[in-house]
């Protein structure tokens, strides 16, 4: 044990594990408000309300007809360690620091990759575009809203795989494990599927010769997503969950509704859009704009970034249309939009921004200090933002106050703020805020809550007043 303390001593006073470290910290100390939140929204559907997650037959019944089971299988083991949700929250908590540092690393080693001659840009580039990534509010619903663990387990795997590809191509051992960490992914959120696309992208931009042995993994990789198509073509679960998915409209009558779901997601990444667990879109978004200059910058890059030296950008965007596109291609959502679907999206979209700050500071002179400013702002500005969205997220009641402020016609918002307040016992306000749900939308639910406050001596929705938000929730 003592050669072991040795060893670990001698590793974290290499100079060489310093920006790990300072990644880690930083990103620790930002998201230690998350230690304080609880259960909320699908959480008590996803892991309360789930045998599969509470109970080891259920889970293991489910395994072969059931979707995402290794998710299912790490709530089960949540459960059982009896942690509570500081728990869960711990278990988030590691799957993105464990995602940061595979992003810094894959980004060291992609960078000189696709840009040679600016090699020397390629370290303190990957470390600020992980810590961009790390720190932008949108990731908070990925780790403290308890069951947006989907997109961190999937992630922590997915970069495994494409880490040990970048790493050795062509060696049989690391090419089988990352075929391996390939279908974990896969089995924690089907959407880790676009893996082989991210592997031929790089290859694409690469301007020197593809690596030797890059074909095998390559072909591993497209063989595992073809295997996982296969399956979601003919699993119950899955047939079930399409099924589902398709009952919301046609593959392309809500092709308008993802593109309103684009332009939220976008200007939730730009800081311009407050961040809601439960969005309604604007009818009158620009809907199409998005895709049509996304698609035409994408377009003008790639013909010309091999020869002009912005691979990296494509790659950038490449990256985040890729991981969006399961989301917001064919299959309709019943949620056309939320802050976990940027989750890998958002290195992808960091790498310009850390690029072109690193470029300029390493420009010198007065540019540096501007660099120097700008890189202060990008990093302070999205760590208030993230504690902000800590401290709603970390209160139920705060979080559907949140989304009755922006959308006051939304039904499901009153009714599930009525709900939170249910739960702490405060029935006159919630018996307040289910009855405007309830005058906005007959609904079910609503009305099965009022049958149970009408028995705790509460009086009915006779004449219901517009409620508005308590002060302080």
Not at 365 to 384: E, Q
Request: one cysteine or more; charged letters at 15%; a positive charge.
């Amino acid at each position: 044990m003592a050669v072991g303390l040795r060893i670990a001593r001698t590793r974290l006073l290499d100079p060489a594990a310093w920006p790990a470290l300072a990644l880690l910290l930083l990103v620790a100390l930002a998201f230690h408000p998350g230690w304080q939140a609880g259960l909320l929204y699908d959480d008590y559907r996803v892991i309360t309300g789930d045998p599969r997650a509470r109970d080891w037959a259920a889970w293991w019944a489910d395994a072969p007809h059931g979707i995402r089971p290794l998710l299912k299988l790490s709530f089960l083991l949540n459960w059982r360690s009896g942690l509570g949700p500081p728990g869960y929250f711990a278990v988030n908590l590691l799957l993105h620091l464990g995602n940061t540092l595979l992003l810094w690393r894959i980004g060291r080693l992609l960078l000189p990759r696709l840009a040679p001659d600016q090699a020397a840009l390629a370290a303190p580039v990957a470390w600020l575009a992980a810590l961009l990534f790390a720190l932008h509010p949108v990731q908070a619903e990925a780790v403290t809203y308890l069951s947006g663990r989907s997109s961190p387990l999937m992630a922590l795997f997915l970069l495994g795989s494409f880490l040990l590809w970048l790493r050795r191509p062509g060696h049989l051992p690391s090419d089988i494990a990352a075929g391996v960490a390939f279908a974990l992914a896969l089995a924690s959120r089907e959407t880790a599927v676009v893996l082989p696309a991210v592997m031929a992208l790089v290859l694409w931009l690469s301007p020197a010769p593809p690596p030797n042995g890059w074909r095998l993994p390559l072909a591993l990789a497209a063989v595992v997503a073809a295997a996982a198509l296969a399956v979601l073509a003919g699993h119950p679960g899955y047939r079930a969950f399409f099924a589902g998915a398709f009952a919301h409209g046609e593959p392309l009558t809500h092709l308008p509704d993802a593109a309103r779901g684009l332009h939220y997601l976008g200007m939730r990444w730009l800081g311009l859009q407050p961040g809601s667990i439960d969005p309604v879109l604007p009818v009158d978004a620009p809907a199409w704009l998005p895709l049509v200059a996304l698609a035409a910058l994408a377009c003008f890059a790639g013909e010309r970034g091999r020869r002009r030296r912005l691979a990296w950008l494509v790659f950038g965007l490449g990256w985040a249309l890729l991981h969006l596109a399961p989301m917001y291609s064919l299959v309709p959502r019943a949620e056309p939009a939320n802050d976990r679907h940027l989750y890998l999206a958002a290195w992808g979209l960091a790498l310009p921004l850390a690029w072109g700050l690193c470029r300029l500071g390493a420009v010198g002179g007065w540019r540096r200090g501007v660099a120097a400013a700008l890189l202060a702002c990008l990093v302070a500005a999205p760590t208030s933002g993230l504690q902000a969205r800590h401290r709603v997220l970390g209160d139920e009641a705060a979080v559907w106050t949140e989304v009755v402020r922006q959308a006051p016609a939304h039904a499901r918002g009153w009714h599930n703020l009525g709900l939170a307040l249910h739960r702490r016992g405060r029935l006159p306000e919630a018996r307040t805020h289910y009855c405007r749900a309830l005058a906005l939308q007959d609904n079910a639910r609503s009305r099965l809550a009022m049958e149970r406050l009408i028995r705790a001596g509460q009086p009915d929705c006779a004449d219901p007043a517009p409620a508005t938000p308590a002060a302080g929730l």
